[in-house]
């Protein structure tokens, strides 16, 4: 893991304007930048972002972050390719001379397959047979490995190097070596930088090879990927990401199927926002990161059992992920076809039509739980609702988790309220609403408070974290909470930057709203230092000044046990009433508070 005092260092050294200004146009508008929001459509600017605090806010849909995070929702990233990418450089200087760049090393081998490429009419004339264009076999780099055990030797002087194994290029056996990719179409893999992390490779013998077996004078499986490697992972990675990237934002939606042809020939056809899975089921790191890039992702998987397999599959990874903002579809071509031979067959239109048309997650989920039991028998309908119960209670959109419960009732001929309760949905789903959000003048007031302006000083100002009271807030109050817990973090790494913005470091904190919605503020109320200092000396005078009145009454509160003089009990009862209590020589009365 990257260590946090890493992260804020490069937090330091970049300024986010230039890291988003480089894929968003930016205005300087007066202290801040601003720009079309690239996370929501919009057509007059209010996705702003600061260069005094590093951090961005869109006023419309509350994105919110440093740059790290930026280059994670804009480009999908993962954190840790996030962090690499705002660290360009960092990669040559890892690499010592004794200590290959594995990226560097699948770059040459996907150079030298490209070059072979041109020179085999075998399999120029294969992938022709395919309905490949040259201009989609450029667009994804696609080359050829010829036959024969070591061809890479000329391309690596040293083939007895420890890194060619560990990029996955060549295969060590009984203390032999020899190429892993021979006599195939070999399709680069790039990770979202764009730089070639394995390969997949595709038998040319036109008809299916056998599924397993990869003995020596057969062509071994059809398909055949680069193992794990330090640079390679599978479960993270798509196949033809960073080509559809833009086609994905300009449609808001992605298309995921099983093999690399189906990627290429869906964009040779003009369906360029499809990806591939690498060869492994969905993961759950894939469904996360195709949401971060578009509203939409559509599985379209072969209508076989197979397919049916890997789709159910792809559905309970995604039950996590679903938001209501957010839609998961199934399209299930006609058994004959994959997506390759139905664009082939059929065309762009057709396809899309298919895809608007794609099953919604519920329908599948519903309609696949309602085909495994009898729902004319009690005992059918009742298990329709245990086997449904594990999948419903880990759907994350509230919105769609009431309607599945509503459906769920309908076919188990129940009240939902009771499919609510045999599925032990805890937070109220149905018939109640003790989970209502914030109404909107709450959390107005809540803005204003006494604490929230403390918090929100300290937001701006971290550096004043050790200069607050922290037993002086009040015991009960959210605000004061995720007051300590902001004090915690910044005063237990004093001497090290602070976490830019500062809500970076409470990301899935119960409070982590409420310090973003602070954030922004500072933005739109354009608060600098100035302002901030003054809001900050206020709300600990007010603390101050509540403390007092507390300890004052306390203390009478004893004394009035003990018989305390009837003149100091009227002074109690005249500060209860909200009169100002005395403050010492030398502390300004506050304008505002109690
Ligand atoms: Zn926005």
Request: contains cysteine; proline residues 6%; glycine residues 8%.
């Amino acid at each position: 893991m990257i260590p946090d005092s890493f992260k804020q260092d490069l937090l330091n050294r970049v300024d986010i304007v230039d890291v988003i200004s480089a894929r968003v146009p930016l205005k300087k508008s007066g202290a801040n930048w601003v720009g079309l929001c690239p996370f929501h459509g919009e057509k007059t600017p209010s996705f702003t972002v600061s260069q005094t605090k590093q951090f961005y806010h869109c006023f419309g849909c509350s994105a919110h972050g440093n740059a790290i995070g930026f280059l994670m929702e804009y480009s999908g990233l993962g954190y840790v390719e996030a962090v690499k990418e705002l660290r360009p450089d960092e990669r040559k200087r890892a690499a010592s001379p004794d200590e290959p760049d594995l990226y560097e090393l699948l770059a040459r081998a996907a150079r030298y397959y490209r070059e072979q490429l041109k020179t085999s009419m075998r399999a120029i004339d294969y992938l022709k047979g395919r309905g490949l264009a040259g201009k989609t076999a450029a667009r994804f780099g696609i080359g050829y490995a010829a036959a024969g055990w070591q061809n890479l030797a000329t391309v690596f002087t040293d083939y007895g190097a420890k890194a060619l194994v560990e990029c996955g290029l060549v295969i060590e056996n009984e203390g032999k070596r020899y190429d892993r990719f021979r006599d195939r179409i070999v399709f680069p893999i790039l990770n979202q930088r764009g730089l070639v992390i394995g390969f997949g490779g595709r038998v040319i013998e036109g008809g299916d090879g056998p599924a397993t077996g990869e003995g020596k004078g057969s062509p071994g499986p059809k398909y055949l990927n680069s193992p794990e490697t330090p640079v390679f992972e599978k479960g993270r990675e798509l196949y033809g990401l960073p080509q559809a990237r833009d086609a994905v934002r300009a449609a808001n939606r992605v298309v995921v199927v099983e093999g690399y042809m189906d990627t290429v020939m869906l964009a040779q056809h003009g369906v360029e926002n499809a990806v591939a899975t690498l060869g492994t089921a969905t993961t759950p790191t894939h469904v996360q990161k195709l949401l971060r890039q578009a509203a939409e992702v559509v599985f379209c998987f072969d209508g076989d059992a197979a397919g049916r397999r890997a789709a159910w599959h792809a559905l309970e990874v995604s039950l996590e992920s679903l938001s209501d903002h957010k839609a998961v579809r199934f399209l299930f071509l006609p058994a004959e076809h994959d997506p390759d031979s139905y664009v082939r067959a059929f065309g762009r239109e057709a396809f899309e039509r298919e895809l608007v048309q794609a099953q919604p997650l519920s329908a599948f989920l519903l309609s696949t739980l309602a085909s495994r039991s009898d729902l004319l028998t009690l005992e059918g309908r009742s298990r329709l609702i245990a086997e449904a119960k594990p999948l419903v209670r880990r759907v994350a959109a509230p919105a769609l988790r009431i309607q599945l419960v509503r459906a769920l009732a309908e076919a188990a001929a129940m009240t939902p309220q009771e499919v609510a309760r045999l599925l032990e949905l805890r937070d109220g789903t149905i018939g109640r609403t003790d989970r209502a959000p914030p109404a909107r003048e709450e959390r107005a007031a809540a803005v204003g408070s006494n604490e929230a302006k403390l918090l929100r000083a300290l937001l701006g100002l971290p550096e004043l974290a050790g200069a607050v009271p922290v037993e002086w807030l009040p015991a009960k109050s959210a605000e004061s909470a995720a007051i300590r817990s902001v004090i915690e973090r910044l005063v237990s790494s004093t001497g090290h930057p602070a976490p830019r913005p500062v809500s970076s470091a409470f990301e899935g904190a119960p409070f982590y709203g409420l310090l973003t919605r602070l954030e922004a503020d500072l933005l739109e109320f354009k608060l600098e230092i100035d302002d901030l200092r003054a809001e900050f000396d206020g709300a600990i005078r007010n603390l101050e000044r509540e403390r007092k009145v507390l300890e004052i009454n306390g203390m009478l509160a004893r004394e009035e046990k003990a018989g305390l003089p009837e003149r100091l009990r009227e002074g109690a009862a005249l500060r209860q009433r909200g009169e100002p209590a005395p403050l010492p020589a030398g502390t300004e009365t506050p304008s505002k508070g109690l």
